[in-house]
């Protein structure tokens, strides 16, 4: 069985920052593409950013230059760098990471969530 635990979330002012983790347990090979979304209510969950297992990224274009995804992959975790915040990045936060594990093939996995605030 693999969990993914997020944390870091949190209240913060318009211009703040905060910095999102996510931590990958259980009998773990190996972790492929790496992700980001969010979700607010009503909504979709769509795609913050995202990262393969050699470093590669992607975001979506809100978040450019202004958010940095990473990974140590020694560590199975994933972190998520978000500066100049603006309330509409108010959202429940979730990682997610395609996984290969003891004794299955390669699947996706989902955390719980985090939920960011940014107040105005």
């Known amino acids: 069985q693999v969990q993914l635990v997020e944390s870091g979330g949190g209240l913060v002012q318009a211009g703040g920052s905060l910095r999102l983790s996510c931590v990958a347990s259980g009998r773990i090979l190996s972790i492929n593409d790496m992700g980001w979304y969010r979700q607010t209510p009503g909504k979709q969950r769509e795609l913050v950013a995202a990262i393969t297992s050699d470093g590669s990224t992607n975001y979506a274009d809100s978040v450019k230059g202004r958010f940095s995804i990473s990974r140590d992959n020694a560590k199975n975790t994933m972190y998520l760098q978000m500066n100049s915040l603006k309330p509409e990045d108010t959202a429940v936060y979730y990682c997610?990471?395609?996984?290969?594990?003891?004794?299955?093939?390669?699947?996706?996995?989902w955390g719980k969530g985090t939920l960011v605030t940014v107040s105005s």
């Open positions: 997610n990471a395609v996984v290969k594990a003891i004794p299955t093939i390669p699947m996706g996995y």
